[in-house]
């Protein structure tokens, strides 16, 4: 089982629409959970962490479950400016070496239509 | 002023060529890192450095060699490039040491193709 899954999607929704995107995680250590974009040739950058309770940031809410072991993203009210790859990112805690490290997802892929 | 940057933004080389990409940092962060995102889009991470140090090293060939000259950079060297060496590498860093998790902040990659 791959450490981070998501959906590749492409996900193609209408300008406005609302869209989830979800993602497990096999590590049930895993320490905190991240959402980051990265738009085409470009590099990613960090979009919002996500918390137990859940967190909104304007037209984004991110939620973990960690008894499923189960990230979400939504958006709400797309935005041709949304149009991304979405990647679920888990940061794990190396024991051994007492450091940390992210693990991507291979990202989900969001076109929003005019 | 650009706060991660990487030189060369692209790369064509041959297979055998040995190469080097430099990283420089303008945040003052303590932590320094190298991705390597492949064809298929899989971001892995490769090394990351602090205060000079190697902290993560995963299972990449000896082929690659990151080298940090001062806080502020990370260069990688790549001897006897390989066609399986083609992707885009992505330098990053972040404040604090490894016992904790902060943002990282990513380079804008360099896309290197041996041919």
């Known amino acids: 089982r791959k450490e981070v899954e998501q959906d590749p999607g492409p996900f193609n929704v209408p300008e406005g629409a609302t869209v989830a995107f979800n993602c497990t995680y096999s590590?049930?250590?895993?320490?905190?959970f991240f959402w980051y974009r990265q738009d085409c040739r470009k590099e990613p950058k960090l979009l919002m962490s996500v918390y137990s309770s859940g967190n909104e940031d304007g037209r984004f809410t991110a939620q973990l479950n960690r008894a499923s072991q189960y990230i979400s993203l939504l958006i709400r009210d797309s935005k041709l400016s949304d149009s991304a790859t979405y990647l679920c990112?888990?940061?794990?805690?190396?024991?051994?070496?007492?450091?940390?490290?992210?693990?991507f997802g291979k990202g989900t892929k969001l076109s929003v239509i005019p | 002023d650009t706060a991660v940057s990487q030189t060369p933004k692209y790369l064509v080389t041959q297979m055998g060529n040995d190469k080097s990409i430099k990283c420089e940092q303008n945040?003052?962060?303590?932590?320094m890192y190298w991705y390597k995102q492949d064809s298929k889009k899989f971001l892995k991470i490769m090394f990351s450095y602090n205060n000079k140090e190697l902290i993560i090293n995963e299972t990449v060939p000896n082929r690659f060699s990151p080298k940090s000259p001062d806080k502020a950079h990370l260069n990688l060297h790549i001897n006897s490039l390989e066609l399986g060496d083609s992707a885009v590498y992505f330098c990053?860093?972040?404040?604090?040491?490894?016992?904790?998790?902060?943002?990282?902040?990513f380079g804008p990659g360099t896309r290197l193709t041996v041919l």
């Open positions: 990112v888990v940061n794990n805690r190396d024991s051994g070496a007492g450091s940390y490290q992210l693990t």
């Open positions: 990053a860093s972040s404040q604090g040491g490894p016992s904790e998790y902060n943002e990282q902040f």
């Open positions: 590590n049930s250590a895993s320490q905190s």
């Open positions: 945040l003052g962060h303590d932590t």
